[in-house]
């Protein structure tokens, strides 16, 4: 754990940014009042656990154990795709 985040680093995605979390490291993380700092190979970003697990997409895949298949949340992390020069473009256009 990193400050007041969780650190989770994947290094392939299941496709284009789109990732798999255990429900037991979101539930950890809504349990310390944390976020989520996942990286992966196109960038970082920052996630809120109880948005990963509202918007997600609930799973249930085997890996070891036949019986007992682990859970899991899928969701898209949220890259930044915007330069802060282009963001403080668009808030002027707004709200200036």
């Known amino acids: 754990m990193e400050g007041n985040a969780i650190h989770i680093k994947i290094n392939k995605p299941l496709y284009d940014n ?14 310390k009042g944390v976020l989520l700092k996942i990286e992966i190979p196109q960038g970082t970003a920052y996630a809120c656990p109880k948005w990963w697990i509202k918007t997600g997409t609930p799973t249930e895949k085997v890996f070891k154990i036949p019986n007992k298949p682990m859970k899991l ?6 890259l930044k795709t915007k330069t802060e020069d282009e963001e403080m473009e668009e808030f002027s256009k707004f709200c200036l």
């Open 18 to 31: 789109y990732v798999n979390i255990r429900t037991s490291i979101l539930y950890d993380a809504i349990k």
């Open 73 to 78: 949340v899928g969701n898209y992390v949220p």
